[in-house]
């Protein structure tokens, strides 16, 4: 089945320490997109990419850092720059100009610094 | 730009009443409307958009809802609440071209026994 997976599910992280969250997708999507999600506030976008090699920041792209290497993946490193790093993150995709169609979204990465 | 209010940050309802989640969106055109449903710990799962024709939209799990353009409203609607429809809704706007959905800050639904 086609998907959208993001791991680890988990993940700790220590202060100072750089992290990376995997999202990989086989929708043959061609934008994917990385949120940030904290209770009360919906969603934010952190970044997206329209296609490989390309990347554009979103509204709270500071402290974090994307790469587009491959249309199947779009991983997110959270700096040791990003000061509350501590949330739930989401990455999504949908096909290029798609998005009245919408995005496939994977099951999400609780990221907690300690 | 393109905004999306839902009024309610918490709703709670019996089992077997009906639903109605309020969307209000600002757009100058004409919007392309989601709703989104949310599990605990999980991501993203679409329940029904609007795109054009009919207004009244029919989704996944028995949800639809119906888009008002005088009232600039998206508003989701379920006949008879399950225990198992506690969730996260969150509304969305966005627009044919372009890739970027905004959404609301997002409705939690409990429903009591």
């Known amino acids: 089945d086609g998907g959208i997976t993001q791991s680890p599910k988990y993940l700790f992280r220590k202060e100072g320490q750089n992290v990376t969250l995997s999202c990989e997708q086989n929708?043959?999507?061609?934008?994917m997109y990385w949120y940030r999600q904290d209770p009360g506030q919906g969603l934010r976008l952190i970044y997206y990419?329209?296609?490989?090699?390309?990347?554009q920041k979103g509204d709270i792209a500071e402290g974090y850092s994307v790469s587009r290497e491959k249309k199947e993946s779009f991983p997110l490193t959270v700096t040791s720059a990003q000061k509350n790093p501590t949330a739930f993150y989401l990455c999504?995709?949908?096909?290029?100009?798609?998005?009245?169609?919408?995005?496939?979204f994977g099951s999400g990465t609780r990221l907690t610094v300690v | 730009a393109q905004s999306v209010t839902q009024p309610d940050i918490h709703i709670t309802v019996s089992e077997g009443a009906s639903l109605e989640l309020r969307c209000n969106y600002s757009?100058?055109?004409?919007?392309?409307l989601f709703w989104y449903v949310q599990s605990p710990g999980q991501g993203l799962q679409l329940l029904l958009k609007?795109?054009?024709?009919?207004?009244l939209v029919q989704g996944i799990k028995g949800f639809e809802a119906e888009f008002k353009r005088s009232q600039s409203s998206f508003n989701l609607r379920k006949p008879s609440v399950h225990w198992s429809d506690a969730a996260e809704y969150f509304c969305?706007?966005?627009?044919?071209?372009?890739?970027?959905?905004?959404f609301g800050a997002g409705t939690i639904l409990r429903v009591k026994s």
């Open positions: 969305a706007v966005g627009r044919e071209y372009g890739n970027k959905l905004v």
């Open positions: 929708l043959n999507h061609d934008a």
């Open positions: 990419s329209q296609i490989v090699n390309d990347f």
């Open positions: 757009y100058g055109a004409t919007p392309y």
């Open positions: 999504a995709s949908s096909l290029e100009r798609g998005s009245f169609l919408g995005y496939t």
């Open positions: 609007y795109f054009s024709g009919d207004t």
